[in-house]
């Protein structure tokens, strides 16, 4: 049945809300109710399936959300099968299957090269950005990309022998949530599942004894028990949250954990990549100069012979590459196609972009065009000199012809034109930014500086010969040269500071850091792998998706903090009256309907209306301790006088009805205090919440059929 159901998630998720502790419980409590022949107390088993298929809606409609965006953003390699090219599922893939890649593809298995040839980028698995050419007998990683050619590839490893695989594997040990609404949940489930049959068992006897007859004992150890199971409570938390699901679909962000939600909400440290966060992974061009100093920014149509000398060899080269990257791209673009460059005739040989040679080019008969490091495009030291003056903050190409200068391209990184607003958004809400980049420092400083972060203290991990993480950590904010292992330490260091960290990242190299950390978010363009191991993914990789995700965070957790209030004071009074009665022998003061009718009026009802509203206040990190601020002192108060209240009625012969009555008007005021209390400040929509709980109960208790129905009584 189980591996049944996991196969077929719709049918898992009905299975899973429907067969609960909570509604074992409640299916025997209403047996017992039934038995005895008291239908209309059975209302509280309607509640209870009600609260089922609201889960089971919630979570149905949050998991096809979920599927749609996911097979949306999924990649469908092209192979080769039976001579016939076929676009399929990347978990039909099989050993032995050739796969077509070509431009943009993300090599999805370990495969070796069969034909072609194939520049790939590697940097999500080892960092480095450089392109590394690929030829028929080569080994391809799973996680690399390919960024120009066509090819064809063997896959030589599936399942677990995937080196991405293996890394998913090494980052995915068991890390205990961070989330103090889940810790909350299973201390609550756990030790009332402990109490609950040896307190029922004692107080169906104790009723037994007490109560005039067995039919009201029976119904009294219901109410009894009915009152300790908070069931609203877990219904209303993943409900919360599986809204603030659907909502954050809305804007192209994949939650695939529900309480990473809450876990972002409390976050007061983030740690950021610069690419693709901080800058938007492209580059731009800033300016151009000749070798007599000359600059100019954009690219004249029709260019001087001195301008057409540089800029004609330049197109000639893009033209010539197949490689496709962003300096390329950069350069492409600010060349406009109308400009007259002047053709470059014969050329006789190219030179594709190797990171060991740092340059690409073309060969003539006379001449070698060549585009790239100055460091690795001539010998002469003095023009080494002179290019590498112009690079202050810009990344410098230099273009030579038999190793004399032609001209000098600057880029830049294209800063992320919200990024600045962003990290002010961070600094206005106490989240503190870290830059964890696998980049040179000065570049990366640079580019932290101009989006506003603060604090500029770096160091580069590759210049240091141990590594001591607590005191890295401590000194410096901007960390750069850093391997994946080192990210993951980095995190680890962060987290035993007491801090609650959010990492984001787009490589496999990110995997073992995003697991470590308490929240981690992937940018959707990034690797097929990170995502898998993301709690929450950018579908369209807009890093301004973060403030309303904090926010939407923060709405949840906070409504959530007053909601709990309500249903723990229940749980309290409850736990403390079937505790009390169990020894002494007098009337219970409830019975299953009228708690009912209170559970929805002070409890379910505005519970879940304070749960919708907006809020964004900061999150104070005093989650359980307002719960228990309220809710104690709450549950206490009604356990003390309905207590006192059932000892007058013994000694002064109270009807059962009197007693039971004057019961739910005590425990009504005094959840009403409690809800006025944790509605304030109050407004137009708090304060209409409040008299419309007014006119339920006054309509339950002075309407005359439905006074009879929840068997309250005026005669006192």
Known sequence: MQNFSKNHPIIHIVLKNTFTLFNLVNLILALMVAFVGSFKNMLFIFIAIANTLISIINEVRAYKIVKKMRLISEQKPTVLRDGKSLQISPEEIKKGDIVVLSLGDQILYDSVMEEGTLEVNESFITGEQDSIEKHPGDDLISGSFVVAGTAKAKVIHVGEENSITKLEKAAHYLKTADSKLFTLMNKIVKYISYALIPVGALLLWSRLRTEPDTATAITSTVAGLINMIPEGLILLTSSVLALATIRLSKRKVLVQDLYSIETLARVDTICLDKTGTLTSGNMVVYDFILPNGKTFSKVPTKPTPAEKSFLGPLNAILTSQMAENATTKALK??????????????????????????????????????????????????????????????????????????????????IRKNAPKIIKYFYDNDITPKVISGDDLETVKKIAETVGIKDLSGVDLSTQKTLNYAKLVQDYSIFTRVKPEQKKELIKA??????????????????????????????GEGSDAARRSAKLVLLDSDFDRVPSIIDEGRQSINNLERSTALFLAKTV?????????????????FTPIEMSLLSFACIGFPGLVLALEKNTARIKDKFIYNIKRYSVPTGITVAVSTLILSIVATTNDFSKQKLTTLSAIIVFAIDFILIYKVSKPLNLFRAALLALIIAIFLAALFIPFVRDFFEFTLAF
Not at 495 to 522: F, P, Y
Not at 573 to 589: E, Q, R
């Open 333 to 414: 673009k600010a060349l406009p196609e109308t400009a007259k460059f002047g053709e470059i005739a014969g050329i006789t040989d190219t030179i594709p972009f190797s990171s060991e040679r740092k340059y690409s080019g073309f060969k003539t008969k006379d001449a070698e065009y060549l585009m790239g490091a100055i460091e690795f495009l001539t010998d002469d030291q003095e023009t080494i000199k002179k290019v590498k003056s112009y690079a202050g903050d810009y990344r410098v190409i230099a273009v030579v012809k038999n190793h004399k200068l032609l001209g000098i391209i600057r880029l830049k990184d294209e």
């Open 494 to 523: 962060f987290r035993k500071q007491g801090r609650t960290v959010a990492m984001t990242g787009d490589g496999v190299n990110d995997i073992l850091a995003m697991k470590e950390a308490d929240c981690s978010i992937a940018i």
């Open 573 to 589: 009074y409850a736990t403390i009256l079937a505790v009390i009665f169990v020894l002494a022998p007098l009337n219970y003061p």
